[in-house]
C-alpha cells in the first residue's frame, strides 16, 4: 500500500491515517486476510512528514515502530497501469532526479493542492498562494476588511478541521471589533 502526501504547504493536513491501515492490515495478517510481507509506505517530495518538527519526530518514530516505510524525497508523477493490470505510481526524487516505478495493490493519494486563481489575481495571497493574514488576529496583512482562516491561510498552523474550528471563535471577535470601529 502507497499513501501519498504532497508538497507542503497544501490543503489539509498530513493525515496519519497510515497508522489506522497498519492497524487493520495487523490484524488481516492474523486471521490470513494479508499477505505476512504486506507493508505500508509513506511517499511525499517533503523532508518531513510534519512541519511541526516535535510532532514530526514522534510521526517518524512512530511508523519506525510499526513497520511503517516513509520515502522522503519522492514526488508522484503518475500512476497508471502496466501491460498485465498491475497498478504503477512513478516517483522522481526531487534531489537527484531519479525516477522509479513502484507496483503497488492499494493507494490513498491526497492530490497536489491548487491555488485558486482568482485569489491570485486579487493580490491577498502570498507566494505560495495561501492568504497573507497576521496569525494572531487572522486579518489581511494589507487588506485591514479582509479576514480568513483555515487550511487557505499562511502561517505555520495546521491545516485540520479542528484548527479551523479552533480559529471560528478568533475571527467572529475580530470581525465584529472591526465592524465596531
Known sequence: MIVYQPKTPCKGETN???????????????????????????WTPNDHLLTFPYANEVALDECHKRGIDVMLGWDMQKVHMNDIGEKI???????????????????????????????IDSGITDDSGLIDVNPYTLQHSRFENIFAFGDAIKGNTTRTQTAATAQCPVVKHNVKAFMAG
Open 16 to 42: 496519519f491515517m497510515p497508522l489506522i491501515y497498519e492497524s487493520f492490515m495487523r490484524q488481516d495478517k492474523l486471521i490470513g486476510q494479508a499477505s505476512a510481507n504486506a507493508r505500508i509506505q509513506i
Open 89 to 119: 505510481a512513478t516517483f522522481k526524487n526531487v534531489a537527484t532526479g531519479e525516477v522509479l516505478e513502484k507496483p503497488f495493490m492499494h493507494g490513498s493519494i491526497n492530490p497536489t493542492s491548487k491555488t485558486h486563481q482568482n485569489l
